[in-house]
């Protein structure tokens, strides 16, 4: 294995500073209200958090975005702390890294958007006016003709016998569709039917061969048409298969373009339902918004720019000790990326998002509970992978690419547990699991929390449908149980999150010289290696709980994880 030679000397000198204070300042766990704490048999170190997130969030990494130099010498400094802790290499050909092949791509040029009405007259919509095009990750040329069909939300739900497609034939057609879903469903659920992937799957069902999308009035206010505009030479990112094409779902029915409001009024002239009609209906909470044939056929063509690039996930192995169990795996994920330098910083301004918070303080995380079971005389019974991914800023890419290319059996992937952007800058007393609801997975994760003193709160922020929003709902999507966890809302939690939101998130403040409180990601160590523990050693294998809107849609009868 060769690891750059920053990262080997820096995980040597931690060997050798780390290991001797570990028994001297342990953690100082605070013990909730009502609960008892019981002593582990690990003792996280406060120093051993803060070295590894003193050379993840150092300048020198350039802000570890995904492909670059700066990323690829944390993940060899990851490999490397694998390495010295004595863990198995479990990523590709007996090494520590899974290569992630990545495709960067975005519009080249303005592309072109023709409506053909009834009367055989084409009207040419206006670049920044009328439309956006969309970047195509299969095709540098892409040009389609084909009439319009308007399919409201575009949402097809059948725990809630909802279906915008019934009764209209798309195949062969364009689909026009608003953005998001009807606010009455629930926010992680709506989260997931609002997801462009998930309406293009359902399109391509019933062969349409491409989508455009329109804002409802309330979208437009929360993210104005006109601010897209400065998104167009933003690369985006996806992985590539064995062939080097971009991966994408539902490639029969790509993203052609977004339509702004002005835009829409030059597709739904003439329609039977004016555009006003529909735009009031779908802000009504079950927005029962009905579709229609459109007049017409649309014309696009788009031209897009398409870049190889690489990168890696780090993957490590804690084999479990029990001949039958430890052929399934608990995932510790946590993603290794943050987003680079800052592209228009003001001469003398810190140009570097170091993303101390977001996410050296997960990896950090990572290691020092991969520390905790390497030094523990008990093994744990099912196997645990640790698994530091890439590209999670660019849309949980090396997640994505891991869960549905993993180096162990996907079968036996019983549970992820995900880390990211623990707010450290308090005394927490309590955490929230995202999804912990969802499957018994939340039941280990209570128990673990627990038995250190922690409690386990509901979701903050409901409205946010963060369940849905980063590295652990890729594995949720392959049917696997699975949970985000972070800091919670008690003992001023709620005024760190919201101020670290507003100041730091994002941009080169969330750095070193936060007031973080080392002792409080001790025991955010303590509470994810129980939760690990409780996790590997429970007899039955989690599973989604009977109902769960998630659970169906991704583990149905007979899968490993499916409700029982």
Do not use: C
């Not at 298969?241 to 739904?268: M, N, V």
């Amino acid at each position: 294995m060769s690891f750059t030679r920053r990262a080997a000397l820096a995980s040597a000198a931690l060997l050798m500073v780390a290991q001797p204070v570990l028994a001297a300042t342990p953690a100082k766990p605070a013990v909730a209200a009502k609960q008892k704490a019981v002593v582990s048999d690990f003792v996280p170190s406060p120093e051993a958090i803060k070295a590894h997130m003193t050379f993840l969030a150092d300048d020198t990494l350039e802000g570890r975005e995904a492909g670059t130099r700066g990323y690829d010498i944390a993940a060899n400094y990851v490999a490397a702390q694998y390495a010295l802790l004595g863990v198995k290499p479990a990523g590709d050909k007996g090494s520590y890294l899974q290569r992630v092949p990545l495709l960067a791509f975005r519009p080249s040029g303005e592309g072109a958007v023709s409506v053909t009405g009834a009367d055989g007259a084409a009207v040419a919509l206006k670049y920044g006016e009328d439309y956006l095009p969309n970047a195509q990750a299969q095709a540098a040329d892409l040009a389609v003709e084909a009439p319009l069909v308007f399919v409201g939300f575009g949402v097809v739900d059948a725990t809630r016998g909802r279906d915008d497609y019934a009764g209209l034939d798309v195949k062969g057609k364009i689909v026009v569709m608003l953005t998001g879903a009807p606010s009455s469903i629930q926010t992680e659920e709506r989260a997931h039917l609002s997801s462009p992937n998930t309406k293009r799957t359902e399109a391509a069902k019933r062969g349409a061969i491409g989508v455009l999308t329109i804002p409802t009035t309330s979208g437009e206010k929360r993210r104005p048409f006109a601010r897209g505009l400065n998104g167009m030479k933003e690369w985006r990112i996806t992985w590539r298969d064995a062939q080097d094409i971009g991966a994408i779902r539902a490639p029969g029915a790509p993203a052609l373009a977004q339509i702004s409001l002005t835009g829409a009024e030059k597709l739904f002239a003439g329609a039977a339902t004016p555009l006003a009609s529909i735009l009031a209906e779908a802000e009504k909470p079950e927005g029962a918004v009905k579709g229609f044939p459109l007049a017409g056929k649309i014309k696009v063509t788009l031209k897009t720019e398409i870049e190889k690039r690489e990168s890696s996930n780090v993957v490590g192995l804690i084999e479990g000790s029990d001949p039958t169990l430890k052929a399934q795996t608990i995932i510790l994920s946590a993603h290794l990326d943050h987003i680079g330098i800052k592209e228009n910083a003001k001469p003398g301004e810190d140009r570097v998002n170091n993303g101390a918070l977001d996410n050296a303080s997960g990896i950090a995380t990572l290691l020092e509970v991969a520390r905790g079971f390497k030094n523990t005389k008990v093994r744990p019974k099912r196997s645990i992978v640790l698994l530091a991914v890439t590209a999670e800023e660019k849309g949980l890419v090396g997640s994505d690419y891991f869960a549905t290319n993993p180096t162990v059996k996907k079968a036996d992937i019983a549970a992820d547990v995900n880390l990211d952007m623990p707010v450290l800058l308090y005394p927490f007393t309590d955490v929230i699991a995202f999804g912990a609801n969802r499957s018994t997975v939340g039941e280990a994760v209570q128990k673990a929390a627990g038995r250190v003193g922690v409690g386990l709160s509901g979701d903050p922020l409901p409205e946010e449908g963060l369940f849905t929003r980063s590295d652990h709902y890729r594995f949720v999507e392959q049917g696997v149980p699975s949970v985000f966890l972070m800091t919670g809302f008690q003992n001023g939690g709620e005024k760190a999150f919201t101020t670290f939101l507003k100041t730091n998130y994002h941009n080169p403040a969330d750095d070193l010289n936060q007031p973080i409180d080392y002792q409080a990601a001790a025991k955010f160590a303590l509470v994810n290696y129980e939760i690990a523990r409780e996790l590997a050693n429970t007899p039955a294998r989690p599973v989604w709980k009977k109902g769960d809107f998630f659970g169906a849609a991704f583990a149905p009868a007979g899968h490993p994880s499916a409700a029982k």
